[in-house]
């Protein structure tokens, strides 16, 4: 796919400094641009690459000062770093624009699907599933009975949807990720063996939800695990039954929740976090990459550790962890030098 100088000014609102015929048909970095490339400009240690590189196009800010000739045709825009990311939504939107049906695929005849689909091959669709306008359904993914999906909605190769999972507009879920499969619940009978607990309960996903690959959400025993709008989960998270997770919170990858966990809105939660079950965790916090959450955390509460500390605590507390074999030695000399004395 290639794009001229011109037309990507005119996607930008910028203005062309060289060659508006220029052809660009892939990106790199401004300091491995090469012909054919599209590259951008915004952090001033990078600005002697611009006399250097072989990138065909450049978007750059529009106060930049040019020391001497360049052979790059320059697209000026007001913030190079904003534009770029824009253009780049813009290529994706492109890149992905699938419509139609491709075969092998199934589609039960009691299913309803919006205007505008892309259903690639492979694909399954059960009874009863109703599916918005807009949304993309790559290959070999599985959508089960009664499942509902709503507009502009993206599901990636491999993505396996069970029954009666909800998933609402604005949402994009990644390759290998399992919405909807039996929460972990099992009990032990007199002979010591665990019989199964039917989970019967369901997954709801509201808008705007990023799934990042590999990721799993169990079904509620009763009731619904709820994703609230504007969450956005990393790779390889599992969430388990009956757990809530809050409006526009983010979890980075690894982590894990035990049922029933309740997390509120707004919180940040670094990588390989795990969370015992049944807990309330506030709005806003903030937890440490590889904490171990034991305990209900407040509105704000920053922690860190296992188990979690106040994060202030925490950074207190490891100087004095990493600096033990010598605390040691010296509370060890200072022993001696006493029995000395006492001697």
Do not use: W
């Amino acid at each position: 796919m290639k794009f001229t100088a011109q037309q990507i000014a005119d996607i930008l609102e910028g203005e062309v400094v060289g060659n508006p015929d220029e052809e660009v048909s892939k990106l790199s970095k401004i300091e491995e641009g090469e012909k054919g490339s599209l590259t951008f400009l915004s952090n001033p240690k990078y600005h002697p690459f611009l006399y250097t590189t072989d990138a065909s196009i450049a978007i750059v800010n529009k106060n930049i000062t040019l020391e001497k000739e360049i052979s790059t045709t320059l697209i000026k825009v007001e913030n190079a770093y904003k534009s770029f990311s824009k253009l780049l939504e813009f290529y994706n939107e492109v890149k992905n624009n699938k419509l139609g049906r491709e075969n092998p695929h199934f589609i039960s005849d009691s299913a309803k699907i919006g205007k505008n689909e892309y259903i690639g091959a492979f694909a399954y669709i059960g009874e009863n599933v109703s599916i918005g306008d807009n949304v993309k359904i790559y290959p070999n993914c599985y959508i089960g009975d009664n499942t509902i999906i709503g507009n502009n909605c993206v599901l990636f190769a491999g993505v396996k949807i069970y029954s009666e999972t909800q998933i609402g507009n604005h949402c994009k879920i990644h390759s290998g990720c399992i919405i909807g499969s039996d929460g972990f619940g099992f009990a032990p009978n007199e002979a010591g063996e665990y019989k199964a607990i039917p989970q019967i309960g369901n997954v709801i996903i509201e808008d705007y939800v990023d799934i990042g690959s590999a990721s799993t959400i169990d079904r509620a025993t009763l009731g619904s695990t709820i994703i609230r709008q504007g969450v956005k989960l990393d790779n390889q998270i599992q969430i388990a039954h009956n757990v809530e997770v809050g409006k526009n919170t983010v979890i980075a990858a690894q982590t894990g929740i035990a049922g029933s966990t309740k997390i509120g809105e707004n919180c940040m939660i670094g990588g390989q976090v795990g969370f015992a079950g049944h807990l309330t965790i506030g709005n806003n916090v903030k937890i440490q990459g590889q904490s171990g959450i034991a305990k209900n955390l407040k509105d704000g509460d920053k922690v860190q550790g296992t188990p979690a500390m106040n994060y202030s605590d925490y950074s207190k507390s490891y100087v004095y962890f990493r600096n033990l074999p010598k605390i040691a030695t010296a509370i060890n000399k200072m022993e001696k030098e006493l029995n000395t004395q006492n001697q």
